[in-house]
């Protein structure tokens, strides 16, 4: 008897949707129960284009064949002692902030990914989540099996976890999937897969990827193509999200402009983290941030949205005012790491000169007027013996929870800072962004777990200073914390490569 | 508008003044002073007066500043949650209507920091 094969479309649709069934024991709103309450009217689930038609099979078959080829370069990096290749020690804070506080994330878009693939009552949208939450799993392993050779000759790696849940710049990634994570499926699809993997993302892949390939880092490269392709179906994934609710029906417009408008904020204000990376952190430089700001967003986002207009659809309320801080904002981010690097678990220094001509040339006047005059007061400072660390907690803001290093954007040299009020208790935010985000839901973000709030609260083991919540953290100067000139990863770097410390600032950098 | 949620919500704030011990938390910057680059934040009882936070607390937080000795109380413009303000230095905290989680900034004319870029 001969039997017959499927072929590939039929065996799709038999694997996914063939599997589905309207439920008659329980009526279909119990068994879904959270698809509905967002106000999102779907009237023909049957619509969700999928567009990639991968089966379970297929995805294991690829899935198995690319962890081959990435276990294979990590032995081969590590057998070679592939570490001394880096162009700088340096160049591994990125990397420590990545295992910190990327890989946590993709760990927190598993359990996202796996809640929603069970809500959403289509199920193409199911299958779709489903295999994004395999995927987002199948990255925060492979990341931290990546960065796990760093572990063995560099501090900072050892302790992601005790981190996560105390560690004040990580409360700015942690807070934000915890958003996403706890608002509606619908949401949570427009925030992670079209605002931040779709909009967003290639200020996210971009420079840490292209970022490990300059800088000698070939298990992180190697790990970036192994989820390259996982990261363009998530993309395709965040784009038909939003175009299947629009064409549903047009209520579903005003709710899908509000999510848009604050998830392109929120990961927006994220990213401040990342064009940190790329203008400071990174040895040898791929672009800086206002360079992948123009190209990123002011050509490829605007238009998208361009695109987007004919579903009702306007751009991000605020988008321009991100357009005029991408002179500003990673010179300020750098300054909050620089002087409170005593408690971070990564290290933080003073531009090297050819850094700052290179700052110069990309920033012009904003640079040289603003920020050059701030590295040489701390060079000076350093130079007299007098490294400076702040040793006071910041005012944080109630959305973003990033220290509010912001400035007004017609006015650098003005503190930028936002109040409201709610059932009579004050509140205070870096932007009109973030503040319209709490006057929408104060319920939930007056929730919001703010480090120096709590430290100050005692809930910090305790402590009411930098240096004693540093100890909290389990971090110590010069190993974790820090100056990176002064610490134990420079002096091993120069031991290893048989150099003798050169730099003017390091012998100067003293403890606080 | 409000949330929309599945089911009652409601829960109270984190940083309420309950969980300060009778303490207030204030936020306090120097404009145009970004070398410490964000305003502090303080624990403090209600009861200090300005004066005693500026010189106790304020002040050795910027005693790298090298314009910190030409800082004169009585040229100070203030806001209080950035609205003007004329605080009476002497007077408590409480008295001068600042309450917990409020924003005070102080700004001296002609003082714009380093080489007149704000730091």
């Known amino acids: 008897m001969a039997v017959k094969k499927a072929s590939l479309k039929e ?22 129960p959270y698809d509905k309450y967002e ?10 284009e999928d567009p990639f038609r991968l089966t379970m099979d297929a995805y294991w078959k690829y899935q198995a064949e690319k962890e081959r080829k990435l276990y294979a370069i990590l032995d081969s990096f590590s057998q070679n002692n592939g570490q001394l290749n880096l162009s700088d020690a340096r160049y591994l804070t990125a990397i420590k902030l990545w295992m910190q506080g990327i890989t946590p994330l993709e760990y927190a878009a598993h359990r996202g990914f796996s809640h929603v693939g069970r809500q959403f009552r289509g199920a193409g949208a199911r299958v779709a989540c489903q295999m994004q939450a395999l995927d987002e799993l ?7 099996h990546a960065f796990s050779h760093y572990n063995k000759y560099f501090s900072g790696f050892h302790q992601a976890n005790h981190m996560r849940d105390r560690a004040w710049y990580l409360s700015i990634p942690k807070s934000f999937f915890e958003d996403a994570m706890t608002a509606g499926p619908f949401e949570f699809v427009t925030s992670i897969s079209f605002a931040f993997e779709y909009v967003l993302t290639n200020l996210l892949f971009m420079p840490f990827v292209s970022g490990a390939a300059y800088n000698g880092d070939v298990a992180t490269t190697t790990f970036g193509f192994s989820a390259q392709s996982d990261e363009s179906r998530h993309m395709t994934l965040g784009l038909e999200v939003v175009k299947f609710v629009l064409e549903q029906h047009e209520d579903n417009v005003p709710i899908m402009q509000r999510y848009i408008d604050k998830w392109f904020w929120r990961g927006y204000r994220l990213l401040a983290l990342v064009g940190t990376m790329m203008d400071y952190m990174l040895p040898k430089k791929v672009m800086s941030w206002a360079e992948a700001w123009g ?27 991100a357009t005029k801080e991408k002179l500003h904002i990673t010179h300020q981010a750098w300054m909050v790491f620089y002087t409170a690097c005593p408690a971070t678990a990564f290290h933080a220094w003073l531009p090297q000169p050819y850094e700052m001509d290179w700052l110069s040339e990309k920033y012009g006047e904003t640079f040289d007027r603003f920020y050059r005059p701030r590295f040489e007061k701390f060079g000076d400072l350093e130079k007299a013996g007098k490294r400076f660390y702040t040793n006071r907690l910041p005012l944080v803001c109630q959305t973003c929870q990033i220290p509010d290093f912001f400035t007004e954007v017609d006015n650098p040299m003005k503190q930028a ?19 319209d985000i709490f006057v929408n839901e104060p319920e939930k973000f007056c929730q919001a777990y703010i480090p120096p709030q709590q430290i100050y609260q005692g809930n910090a083991g305790g402590a009411r200073t930098l240096a004693e919540y540093a100890a909290w953290l389990r971090c ?3 190993t974790e914390s820090g100056d990176y000139y002064s610490s134990d990863d420079y002096a091993n770097w120069l031991k290893w490569h048989g150099e003798r410390d050169t730099t003017p600032s390091s012998s100067a950098a003293a403890q606080p | 508008m409000g949330m929309v949620t599945i089911g009652a919500y409601d829960f109270p704030p984190a940083d309420r003044i309950e969980n300060y011990g009778g303490d207030i938390n204030l936020y306090c910057c120097w404009e145009h002073h970004l070398l410490v680059p964000c305003p502090a934040a ?8 300005l004066r005693d936070f500026l010189e106790q607390m304020f002040k050795p937080d910027h005693d790298h500043h090298p314009e910190m000795k030409l800082l004169d109380y009585a040229k100070l413009r203030w806001t209080l949650d950035s609205k003007p303000w004329q605080p009476a230095l002497d007077k408590s905290l409480r008295d001068n209507g600042v309450t917990h989680m409020s924003y005070l900034s102080f700004y001296q004319p002609g003082l714009d920091g380093i080489a007149g870029s704000g730091v």
């Open chain 1, 11 to 32: 065996k799709y649709r038999l694997m996914t949707r063939g599997l589905d069934w309207e439920t008659t024991y329980q009526p279909m709103d119990k068994v879904f």
């Open chain 1, 39 to 48: 106000g999102i009217k779907i009237k023909d689930w049957d619509k969700w």
């Open chain 1, 417 to 435: 800072v936002r109040h409201s009020e709610w059932r009579g208790m004050k509140f205070n935010f870096c932007s009109d962004g973030c503040k």
């Open chain 1, 295 to 321: 190209v990123y967003w002011e050509e490829n986002g605007l238009a998208l949205f361009n695109d987007l207009s004919r579903y009702g659809i306007r751009l991000p309320k605020y988008h321009e005012i």
């Open chain 2, 42 to 49: 303080y624990r403090l009882p209600p009861d200090i007066t």
């Open chain 1, 138 to 144: 199948r990255h925060a392993q492979t990341q931290m």
């Open chain 1, 476 to 478: 110590g100067m010069g």
